[in-house]
């Protein structure tokens, strides 16, 4: 495998899927409510009844590693432990998309992404 930029996104997607998953196995989190709210952040796609520009502001808000990061600085500060799981779950999901190849998306369409056309 040639390290190009896309083989290294998806390696990278991979890291942040598995790094997530083991820290969720270490916090002891349930198996049962990472299976439940793993696919959550793809209700974002919702949007996309509404038009590409909301539907991929949406995702987009969903599939950035900056929203479970803010989660987490929240569960942190916040002194709001419950919040530390779903936090490590959405970073999975993203890590999942990203090795999948589904990237950011861009307002034209659905499979423009800033990784390639899907």
């Known amino acids: 495998m040639k390290l190009t930029p896309k083989p290294l996104l998806h390696l990278e ?11 969720y196995r270490a ?6 409510e990472y299976a439940v709210l793993f696919l959550v952040p793809d209700l ?3 949007g996309y009844a509404f ?4 539907g991929a502001a949406g995702y987009n808000a969903a599939h950035t590693y900056l ?3 803010l989660l987490w600085l929240l569960a942190d500060y916040g002194h709001l432990p419950s919040l530390y799981a779903p936090a490590l ?3 999975a999901h993203i890590g999942l998309d990203r090795m999948l190849g589904y990237g950011l998306k861009y307002e034209t369409a659905f499979k423009d992404t800033h990784l390639a056309k899907v």
């Open 67 to 69: 929203a479970p990061f």
């Open 27 to 32: 916090l002891g989190g349930s198996w049962l």
């Open 89 to 91: 779950i959405w970073t």
């Open 44 to 46: 974002a796609m919702a």
């Open 51 to 54: 038009g590409h520009r909301i």
């Open 13 to 23: 997607g991979l890291t942040f899927l598995v790094a997530a998953t083991l820290a």
